[in-house]
């Protein structure tokens, strides 16, 4: 009978910070130092904290304008295709694509379709939702929706070595580091 | 620019000046305003008022069975005035809603950054009064459960939605506008909610958040799509918010009655929501704040600017009002005319005189720094316009359909007992709901206001 292996892997080395400025340098730091899989995690957005880890822009903004676009096409085809071909009512001789009464609830059709896409897509680009996640293993990560900031490099980066990430790490002066079971 | 200056260097006396009462940290935030659903912090008040909202929550159930019971005829309603109370209540809900709107979404759009420690109050209260509103259509369709034959789909009866109608367009306003108000009340929850689940000790509360906060966990490159899904929605709320009041003013302004065929419309109606909205909100606040000991995150500046805001969109109204009679005088049309005397001096003269004593002369009064910071002076005008308002609703419906083009059709219009306990029936479903919300969620948005004590620190650095 094979032993089996008892010894957790490794989900990253997760440091923590007093000040946003602080994690906001760490976060830099291992940008620069090459570290690509890397987080940062804070009660609050930080201007730039994103940025300084590679991230530059986001689909979002795109899927939620092709949603409104769908919106108010199909909010206005809703409209038309009753109102002149499946039921049509002569009032007056008044022209039964009568565009501008339908422009309300095209527009209206479009603005619940974007806001629902900025809402829900937002949620599932984020991998959300997730209720467990390893870093909830972490003791002091629960401080992390807080008041403390926290900066993780994962395991699953190419340069990790889990020695070499501490030392690293410890030179950017943090409160604590922890090694967070995968 | 010189003033600017000289306002800053003001000694602060009881910190009127600051977003933040002194002394917090970014702790003490999550302590003051989370520990009030954590602990159980509530004042005795509360379970006073949510007795006194429940037994009108009662009211309201008595009065709605007794609606579908009987019909509509149990109201006040007639010919000529087939619009009575339901549809000055809806307006008049509607309209409270849209200051929610306007803190949350238009205040964050022009970096507003006081706008933090009211808008998840004021979002909250949008969503009820929305809730409520959209309660007298509903039950004015004599049969509510058929609500479902203005949606357009194919059915047995070959039918489709007349969608050159307002009253349609009216339906998808009101429903877009329910449910992105939902949405942006949600997302700006979710960080909130991932704060209680970690911060609470009983596992119940614990289970829930953690379910309803979605596993989040403050992630950078979530904070990074989160601030851009939240600056979309700000971004579209705001004509949303717009549109919704129009269209609900077309269900009048649409029309060929004297009175209601104007082209005003729209702006007033909308500067009219903002109007009542923020005289609700001032009449809720007010009370909260004091009760829970929220003054230093709903500070005297919250207090003095809300009300700046609530003059500034009360005179908009009046110019609204002036301009119904200029209108009527410069377009030579002869209803039209009679309809303003008739609103002035005719048989609902007092409703008139009411009006203008609650929304054009009470808010003169906000002019004075001394009023604005007096708070049961606010408290007490806050009511005042909110009573003006649902008068304004009452004058535009009621005056406008009781004496229109054919004298031989004329009538007069009273609201019932019915009238009376459906209307006071859901002001206490509005206190039910957030009195509920106030016992189990953050009223104030914590990652925000711990967000604006770092800018704010940071200002104080440079």
Redesign the interface.
Known sequence: MEAVDNTPETYGVLAEYET?EALLDA?EKAYAAGYRKI????????EG??EV?G?KK?I??AL?LGA?LTGAIGGYL??YV??VI??P?NVGARPLN?WP??I??S???A??L???T??I???A??G??????P??NAES???????RFFLCIEADDTQFDSAAVQTFLESTTPISITEVEA | MADANNHKQQPDNDGQDHLIGPGHDIRSIDDSIGGIVLEQRHPASWLFAFAVGSALFMVFLTSTAYLILKGVGIWGINIPVAWGWAIINFVWWVGIGHAGTLISAILLLFHQDWRTSINRFAEAMTLFAVACASLFPLLHLGRPWLFYFIMPYPNTMGMWPQFRSPLAWDVFAVNTYATVSALFWYVGLVPDLATMRDRAKNRITQVACGIASLGWRGSARHWFRYEMAYLLLAGLATPLVVSVHSIVSYDFAVSLIPGWHTTVFPPYFVAGAVFSGFAMVMTLMIPIRKLYGLEDFITMRHINNMAKITLATGLIVAYGYSMEFFVGWYSGHEEEQFMLMNRVTGYYWYVFAALILCNVLTTQLLWFRSIRQNLVALFIISIIINIGMWLERYLIVITSLHADFLPSSWGTYHGTIWDWTLYIGTIGFFVVLLLVFIRFLPMISMFEMKHLHHKLQHKAKH
């Open positions: 946003p976060a987080d940062a995690y804070s009660p609050y957005p930080i904290l994103a880890m991230v986001t979002l903004p939620v409104g809703m409209q009753p109102s499946l039921y009512l009568s009464a339908f309300p609830i527009f209206e059709v603005i619940l974007a806001a629902s900025a809402v897509g937002m949620i680009l984020n959300l939702p997730r209720p467990y996640h870093l909830f990560f629960e401080r992390a929706t807080q008041d």
